[in-house]
Each structure stands twice: as C-alpha cells, then as structure tokens.
C-alpha cells in the first residue's frame, strides 16, 4: 500500500511535466498523510487537463453519509475495475499524482524500518490515481481520490508486497483519456515499473510522527 507521501518540487514543475499553462502556489509537503489535500491532475469536462487539491481518501458517489465511511486511501489495479467503491472512478475519473517519493515500511518481527522509496534520477513521478466527487442532499460536494496501488517488483518486494501504480510521460494521455479508452484498455500501464526505477533509503521511525 501507500499510506505517506510527498511533494517537495516546486509548481512550476510540477506544471511543466503535466503540461499545464500554470499551478497556484503551493508549499513542499514532505509528509502527506491520509485526509489531507493531494494535488491530482485529470481531463474535465470541457476536454482540458486541470489539477486539483482533492481529499485523499476516497468517497464513492452512492455513500449516504461519509463520515461513517471508511477511508479509502488505495486500490488494488486488478479489481478497482469492477468492485463498486472504484469502478465508477476507474472508467471515468482515472488521475496522475504527482510525488516527489513515498514512504514504506518493512516489518521485522515486532520492529518496522521506514524507507523512502524515490525514483533514481530524482524526478517526479507519477502515480495513477482514481477521482470520485460526492454530492449531498444539502448541495454540499467532497472532492476525494485514491492512489492505484499493484504488486512490488522484485527490488521493492523486500520491503513491501505492494507498490503505487506508476504512470511514464509518454503514457500519460493514453491514462486520462477516459472518454475513448476503457479501464481495459489501459490495464498495462498499471504493471509494476521496472527494476532499478526506484531507490529506497532507511530512514528513522520519526517519518510516523
């Protein structure tokens, strides 16, 4: 799963790689925790690529009362298709999440090693997400999302059997593209990414607090 990560790139960075003319402003967040604003980029209605900071934590549509929900930070690529919390959001509302690393942690017995896990040549990276927009009676509205997650590959299985779904540049319109492109149509691009992608670096249980 991923449970912690950040964002330390500037905004302009950040629009650069998504191909936007422009970011508001935002600071480096080091440490994004679940139910806090993450920055997730997707096409609107109007056929245009736009980010927004949603809730991370997830809220299908059809949930009555969200507080009594629970939250839903991942989904698993192989069933976010078809089971009913995701499969809305997978069709029609697939995201990139930009991210400067993640945290993981590796269990040993009663002790766990926190790793930051960031992509080799220090760039951004890009995980797919899933985006839904929940609509109460009383006209209030929860933008939410999650992050896609699939099985580590061989590197990062040594500290978890699950990573966050990693979207390359030259896949990412093929990934947004939701209108003409089913969730069938772009399961590959959820495969693990490939070795010596990542890199990870033990860091001190503080990464908790």
């Known amino acids: 799963m991923c449970g912690r990560f950040s964002l330390?790139?500037?905004?302009?960075?950040?629009?650069?790689?998504?191909?936007l003319d422009m970011l508001e402003a935002f600071p480096p967040r080091y440490n994004i925790a679940p139910t806090q604003p993450v920055l997730m980029a997707n096409i609107n209605a109007a056929n245009k690529r736009v980010a927004t900071l949603v809730r991370?934590?997830?809220?299908?549509?059809?949930?009555?009362?969200?507080?009594?929900?629970?939250?839903?930070?991942?989904?698993?690529?192989?069933?976010?298709?078809?089971?009913?919390?995701?499969?809305?959001?997978?069709?029609h509302r697939r995201t990139l999440i930009p991210a400067s690393g993640f945290?993981?942690?590796?269990?040993?017995?009663?002790k766990k090693q926190a790793y930051w896990v960031r992509s080799a040549n220090g760039n951004i990276v890009m995980?797919?997400?899933?985006?839904?927009?929940?609509?109460?009676?009383?006209?209030?509205?929860?933008?939410?999302?999650?992050?896609?997650?699939?099985?580590s590959n061989a590197q990062l299985s040594k500290i978890h059997h699950r990573m966050p779904v990693v979207?390359?540049?030259?896949?990412?319109?093929?990934?947004?593209?939701c209108?003409?492109?089913?969730?069938?149509?772009?399961a590959d691009l959820t495969a693990p990414i490939e070795e010596g992608y990542f890199e990870a670096v033990a860091v001190s249980e503080l990464v908790n607090q």
Do not use: H, Q
């Open 8 to 19: 330390t790139a500037t905004p302009e960075e950040v629009a650069e790689l998504l191909g």
């Open 56 to 91: 991370w934590g997830l809220v299908p549509a059809w949930v009555k009362e969200p507080k009594e929900f629970s939250l839903l930070i991942n989904a698993r690529c192989e069933t976010a298709g078809t089971k009913p919390s995701f499969r809305n959001a997978m069709r």
């Open 103 to 110: 945290y993981e942690w590796k269990r040993s017995g009663e």
């Open 127 to 151: 995980f797919g997400g899933l985006m839904e927009t929940w609509a109460g009676a009383d006209g209030s509205e929860i933008d939410s999302g999650c992050i896609l997650t699939t099985a």
């Open 167 to 177: 979207i390359k540049p030259e896949d990412y319109e093929r990934w947004l593209d």
């Open 179 to 186: 209108k003409t492109r089913e969730p069938r149509d772009v």
